[in-house]
């Protein structure tokens, strides 16, 4: 069997083993039940189900075993391609019957909007306007049976190398796990667990001793501009935590008299608003790759050094003072090489996926710095909370499977192969681009785990923007053009709520009011009969109608702090995870991103041959035309313009040109306080 060498293999490579209780449970975990990880590890039993679950094994006393020996992931037999199921035939049959329905019925019937709700962990999901009834919820639950979810999601969190292409398992929920945690997955002979603390206690000291200027810069100055060089889930993940925590009450008073920047793009422009007003003399800088290859991250990287050098002289402590590194232990040559000190390396592990390693030292050592260690913590407290909860709970009260679930159905039933995140708070502003990462780089597939072409539609297109300003944005689309699941995401207190004289709501009250207008404008619409009677003219009727039955999911959490920061991120990464495991794909590896990176390198040679003014001999004549415009017509405009060769564009190339580089200019500080933006 293809796939079980395939696992095995891989197995042998990891070489994992793990402590668990013994005796191993049924051959694929529980039925559709909680998973009994936790609840037997602690010796508990699972939370009383509105469901019939079944019970828990009663707990036994722990043993070291491996893997190997162990029912688990590299057993998943090769499962046939799930749309040939009895359990999808029954789903796409059951979706005929969803057709002949609208939304606008649904959400008038109280009992079924009694059920379809979650309370859970201070989270409240409602998700009454899908086009869901108790007999869908069914089906999926039987689908996900038949897709072993349970057990997928338990060898995940043991550390099997469920990423078995890569070779590598997928444990970013070590990445919050507490220190005593008795689940100890090991990888490459190491206890996870540990080896996560250890970079925790790392970074903690490390960022204490920053912030309390034990730790300065080359030239004896506080550092307290960050710059954080890094791209992809090294840049949007942790992008996502500044934004939230900026407005956080505790975040506001931590980050007094810092800044923290993110250098992502290559573009040189990234680099002269990244270091504008910026003094060389107080920046950290932190390269964030966890492979220390990628060519944007690397090159900007290496641009920063250059800038540091261009005011500080090029004396090896000006690196090993400034510059610091988060990157995979199969990096630290790498990172060596480019002159950083061993203290000032933060790892991180193959096991943990790039655009899921918010939570390891990419999130950390950026984060920590600007708010400090114990905000960044509860960071990790909210997501750990909230793997629990994942792994704990049963199906009707499971949140990500449910949201996972539901987007199965909603893609691959339903055919909605778009899906929009509309956080009703500011300061969610980057969530949809991380989870446009998360989820399109996971489940952006077309072969399941033994290599089968999908024949049913995965990895829907997410984007998203805050509520309300979406809403003056791309909601015409959504609610009279194509129609888009939306995830309605707000809050039952604001970071920072105003109430201004006179007015009869707060200002985040007046915000939420459209949390929960705009739900109901998608699932009722508006018909032409309602119109009518408002008295609109008939030939605007067409044009008015909202054809309604459009749905949507809302999530209303207590407020936006740094443990809900936490506790939604891990739920975002838990429901890409569930749609991957029933649609079994592999979601943890990105073949997809490295074409365009090949092609790129060698598009680079072309230009370099380009640049030293002889021909270039491209790949196709479509490529050929293009870069032949680039490197010739704007040039010599450009030349004629200026009267002066620009950067590179001279006969011998970049290196020997007449172009004398102009790194970007820090600006005088003097007179502008601690705050420096
Ligand atoms: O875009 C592809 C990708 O490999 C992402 O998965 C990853 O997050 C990003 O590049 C950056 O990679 P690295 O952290 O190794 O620089």
Not at 201 to 219: A, N, S
Not at 419 to 437: D, F, M, N, V
Not at 442 to 465: I, P
Request: glycine content about 8%; charged content about 25%; aromatic content about 8%.
């Amino acid at each position: 069997m293809k796939l079980l060498f395939a696992f095995t293999t891989a197995f042998v490579c990891v070489g994992n083993s793990f402590v668990l209780p013994s005796p191993p449970g049924p051959k694929f975990g529980p039925k559709f039940g909680p998973s009994p990880i936790y609840s037997q590890i602690r010796g508990g039993s699972s939370p009383a189900s509105p469901t019939s679950e079944p019970p828990t094994p009663s707990p036994t006393p722990s043993r070291t075993v491996s893997l190997t020996n162990h029912i688990n992931y590299d057993e998943v037999p090769d499962l046939p391609l799930v749309s040939t199921t009895p359990e999808w035939k029954a789903l796409e049959e059951h979706a005929k019957e969803i057709e002949e329905t609208h939304l606008r019925d649904y959400i008038m019937d109280d009992e079924r909007c009694d059920a379809m709700h979650v309370l859970e962990d201070g989270i409240m999901l409602d998700y009454s306007r899908q086009r869901v009834t108790e007999k869908t919820l069914d089906l999926l639950s039987d689908l996900a049976e038949a897709q072993l979810l349970r057990s997928k999601m338990t060898s995940m969190y043991r550390g099997a190398p469920i990423n078995f292409t890569e070779k590598r398992a997928v444990l970013h929920t070590a990445l919050r796990s507490r220190k005593d945690s008795p689940l100890r997955p090991v990888v490459d002979g190491l206890d996870v667990v540990d080896e996560v603390h250890s970079v925790l206690e790392q970074i903690k000291k490390f960022t204490d001793m920053v912030r309390e200027g034990e730790v300065t810069g080359y030239t004896g100055k506080q550092l307290r501009n960050i710059v954080s060089v890094g791209i992809g889930g090294s840049y949007l993940g942790p992008e996502f935590l500044h934004e939230c925590l900026k407005t956080e009450p505790e975040g506001v008073n931590a980050a007094l008299g810092y800044t923290l920047r993110f250098l992502s793009n290559v573009d040189p422009v990234d680099v002269e608003r990244t270091c504008s007003e910026l003094d060389p003399e107080e920046t950290l800088i932190i390269i964030v790759s966890k492979t220390f290859t990628t060519a944007e991250t690397m090159l900007n990287a290496r641009t920063m050094r250059q800038w540091l050098w261009d005011f500080m002289g090029n004396d090896p402590e000006v690196v090993s003072k400034h510059v610091v590194a988060c990157a995979s232990t199969s990096a630290t040559d790498k990172v060596r090489s480019f002159g950083i000190s061993d203290d000032y390396f933060f790892r991180f592990w193959d096991w943990v996926g790039g655009r899921y390693s918010v939570c390891s030292a990419a999130g950390a050592v950026p984060i920590s710095l600007v708010y400090g260690f114990d905000l960044f913590s509860k960071v990790l407290d909210g997501a750990r909370s909230m793997d629990e909860h994942f792994i704990q709970k049963p199906l009707r009260r499971n949140i990500p499977m449910l949201m996972g679930l539901i987007g199965v159905w909603n893609m691959s039933f339903l055919k909605y192969n778009m899906r929009t995140t509309l956080p009703y708070a500011e300061a969610l502003l980057k969530l949809p681009a991380h989870i446009q990462q998360l989820d399109m780089e996971s489940n952006g597939k077309h072969v399941t785990r033994s290599g089968k072409e999908v024949d049913y539609l995965v990895g829907e297109v997410d984007f998203g923007e805050p509520g309300t300003n979406g809403q003056h944005s791309f909601f015409q689309l959504l609610h009279m053009g194509q129609a888009v699941p939306c995830d309605f995401i707000g809050f039952v207190k604001s970071q920072n709520d105003l109430v201004v004289d006179g007015e009869t709501l707060s200002s985040h009250d007046e915000l939420m009011t459209n949390f929960f207008a705009q739900p109901d404008a998608l699932a009722n619409g508006k018909t032409a009969d309602e119109l009518r009677a408002e008295g609109v003219p008939e030939w605007q009727i067409p044009h008015r109608t909202f054809h309604g039955n459009r749905p949507s999911m809302s999530l209303l959490l207590p407020k936006l702090t740094a443990f809900h920061v936490g506790q939604l991120l891990a739920l975002y990464e838990h429901r890409t995870a569930v749609q991957g495991f029933v649609w079994d794909l592999n979601s943890f590896d990105q073949w997809g991103v490295e074409l365009g990176k090949k092609l790129a390198l060698g598009i680079k040679d072309k230009l370099v041959e380009g640049r030293a003014g002889r021909t270039i001999k491209a790949d196709n004549p479509s490529t050929k035309r293009l870069l032949d415009y680039y490197v010739n017509s704007v040039n010599e405009d450009e030349e004629e313009e200026t009267g002066r060769k620009q950067p590179g564009w001279g006969k011998n190339g970049p290196a020997g040109s007449d172009f004398a580089r102009q790194p970007p200019q820090p600006h005088n500080l003097k007179d502008r306080g601690t705050k420096l933006n």
